[in-house]
């Protein structure tokens, strides 16, 4: 059974950092996509980050590029989001999501596992 457990929101103010956990298991995370996605109250879920499985290779959402870094560490089976310079835009619970296959995607859809979500308050 494949699990997703994410970790790591709370409250900064804006311009803090914040670095998000997301614990597999029930699947090896080398070979696989993991991506973060996050959902503002009254919105859609929208893509922020993914690495891809196999060479590590990573891609962001616009918004976030430069502020943002998506990494992982087999050993511990767990993929991370650093967030710094964090602006109240920022706000929303943030997902975890596991593809069973290398190559990512941006839509949701495509994505065959989630975590429960953390949530990221960021205050002006």
């Known amino acids: 059974q494949v699990q997703l457990v994410e970790s790591g929101g709370g409250s900064v103010q804006a311009g803090g950092s914040l670095r998000l956990s997301c614990a597999v298991s029930g699947v090896s995370i080398s070979n696989n996509c993991l991506a973060w996605f996050r959902q503002a109250p009254g919105r859609g879920r929208e893509w922020v980050a993914s690495?891809?499985?196999?060479?590590?290779?990573?891609a962001y959402a616009d918004s976030v590029k430069g502020r943002f870094t998506v990494s992982r560490d087999n050993a511990k089976n767990t993929v991370y989001l650093q967030m710094n310079s964090l602006k109240p835009e920022d706000t929303a619970v943030y997902y975890c999501?596991?593809?069973?296959?290398?190559?990512?995607?941006?839509?949701?859809?495509?994505?065959?596992?989630w975590g429960q979500g953390t949530q990221v308050t960021v205050s002006s």
């Open positions: 999501a596991a593809r069973m296959w290398r190559f990512c995607s941006r839509l949701k859809n495509d994505y065959d596992y």
């Open positions: 690495i891809y499985g196999g060479p590590t290779s990573t």
